[in-house]
């Protein structure tokens, strides 16, 4: 269990770390009027990692019964 959770600690932070650079490539291909299609497939990538991101922060927190 205590492997599972240190598992899911290390993804977390990676996808964090991933969404943060995006943020950094995203931030100059707007400023450098980059190419609109590779921005477009960039902010998908970054919603996608926000959703995973969130799941395992789900997974991370136990369940309380109000």
Same mark, same amino acid.
């Given at each position: 269990? $205590? +492997?599972?959770? +240190?598992?899911? /600690?290390?993804?977390? !932070? #990676? $996808?964090?770390? #991933? !969404?943060? &650079?995006?943020?950094? *490539?995203?931030?100059? $291909? *707007?400023?450098? $009027?980059?190419? =609109?299609? =590779?921005? =477009?497939?960039? @902010? @998908?990538? @970054? /919603?996608?990692?926000?959703? +995973?991101?969130?799941?395992? +922060?789900? =997974?991370? *927190?136990? &369940?309380?019964?109000?």
């Amino acid at each position: 269990m $205590l +492997e599972d959770r +240190e598992a899911l /600690l290390r993804r977390l !932070h #990676e $996808l964090r770390s #991933e !969404h943060r &650079d995006l943020d950094t *490539v995203i931030a100059r $291909l *707007v400023s450098g $009027l980059g190419d =609109q299609l =590779q921005l =477009q497939r960039l @902010k @998908k990538r @970054k /919603l996608k990692l926000k959703d +995973e991101i969130s799941w395992l +922060e789900g =997974q991370l *927190v136990p &369940d309380i019964i109000a």
